[in-house]
C-alpha cells in the first residue's frame, strides 16, 4: 500500500517563501506523474503543480512564477518551493499521483499572514 507523508508547512508573512516535503513509500514512484494539491475548508482539492515521468512540469494559473516543484526519484520524494507566499495561498497541501490517486496522506497547513 502507497503511503503518503508531507511536511514543511507553516505560518509565514506575506511574500515568504516555504519549501514543502513529500515521501512516497510503498512503491511505484517513479512510474507516476506526481503532483501538489491544495485544498481550503469547503472547498474542493485543487491541483497546484505536476511534475511528470520525464521531469516535465505544469502549473495553475495562480502560482506560476512563485512556486517550483521537483522530484528525487532515488529519494521516492517531491518538493515545492513557494516563494512570494500570498494570503490566497493558505491551504492545507498534499501530494499525490495524478488521477486516479492513492489514498491521501495527512497533509500540512500552509498559513501566510496578510
Known amino acids: 500500500q502507497v503511503r503518503l507523508a508531507e511536511s514543511g508547512g507553516d505560518l509565514v508573512q506575506a511574500g515568504g517563501s516555504l519549501r514543502l516535503s513529500c515521501i512516497v513509500s510503498?512503491?511505484?514512484?517513479?512510474?507516476?506523474?506526481i503532483a501538489w494539491f491544495r485544498q481550503t475548508p469547503g472547498s474542493l482539492r485543487d491541483l497546484v503543480a505536476v511534475v511528470r515521468r520525464d521531469g516535465s512540469t505544469n502549473y495553475a494559473d495562480s502560482v506560476k512564477g512563485r512556486f517550483t516543484i521537483s522530484r528525487d526519484n532515488a529519494k521516492s520524494m517531491v518538493f515545492l518551493q513557494m516563494n512570494n507566499l500570498k494570503p490566497t495561498d493558505t491551504a492545507v497541501y498534499y501530494c499525490?499521483?495524478?488521477?486516479?490517486?492513492?489514498?491521501w496522506g495527512q497533509g500540512t497547513q500552509v498559513t501566510v499572514s496578510s
Open positions: 510503498g512503491g511505484y514512484f517513479t512510474s507516476n506523474n
Open positions: 499525490n499521483k495524478e488521477l486516479p490517486t492513492w489514498d
